[in-house]
T-cell receptor, first 113, second 115 residues
């Protein structure tokens, strides 16, 4: 069974601060995705990383895939209230159905003005 | 283009009843996956269907079943509802490519409450 441990579970910060969310596993994933979910809506894909050591940037968001493809991080620079939401990491395992994603438990981010 | 659509948006049932949830994938997508998201947790994989065949099943009891139709839409059925089945049920569609970049696109979900 593949498990993804996400930390922290809750994060409450002031506008302008930086933050990092971590996603760790003992399993190797062929790809890892980060989603953001608003209340009452489905998750929206932010990024997919597939290569060990890969770094992707999306405006103020930086995503990194660990060298061994077992962990990932999401770093937000100068957080804004619009960044508030549930952030989820999800991994796909090679050799299994690619429609099967294993999700972390999520990080609830609140950015106060 | 329309995204993934799900119906109904909300549903209230009582214990022991059954429920059918529906999903229409993005046009051109042949794969549909179902997930259960309990409040405060990440989604958990239930089923994947591709070209009307089951391709994967998560750790859920036989009370959960699904099917995919020729137009690639899908239904999730849950029998003998329990209180613990209360959750947001998410449908995700994808092209069904056999590769690492078969991106899943999620619908808004159906909120099921079992009383």
């Amino acid at each position: 069974t593949q498990l993804l441990e996400q930390s922290p579970q809750f994060l409450s910060i002031q506008e302008g601060e930086n933050l990092t969310v971590y996603c760790n596993s003992s399993s190797v994933f062929s790809s890892l995705q980060w989603y953001r979910q608003e209340p009452g809506e489905g998750p929206v894909l932010l990024v997919t990383v597939v290569t060990g050591g890969e770094v992707k940037k999306l405006k103020r968001l930086t995503f990194q895939f660990g060298d061994a493809r077992k962990d990932s991080s999401l770093h937000i620079t100068a957080a804004q209230p619009g960044d508030t939401g549930l952030y989820l990491c999800a991994g796909a395992v090679s050799g299994t159905s690619y429609g099967k994603l294993t999700f972390g438990q999520g990080t609830i981010l609140t950015v106060h003005p | 283009d329309a995204g993934v659509t799900q119906s109904p948006t909300h549903l209230i049932k009582t214990r022991g009843q059954h429920v059918t949830l529906r999903c229409s994938p993005i046009s051109g997508h042949k794969s549909v996956s179902w997930y259960q998201q309990v409040l405060g947790q990440g989604p958990q994989f239930i089923f994947q269907y591709y070209e009307k065949e089951e391709r994967g099943r998560g750790n859920f009891p036989d009370r959960f079943s699904a099917r995919q139709f020729p137009n690639y839409s899908s239904e999730l059925n849950v029998n003998a509802l329990l209180l613990g089945d209360s959750a947001l049920y998410l449908c995700a569609s994808s092209l069904g490519l056999a590769g690492r970049l078969d991106t899943q696109y999620f619908g808004p979900g159906t909120r099921l409450t079992v009383l």
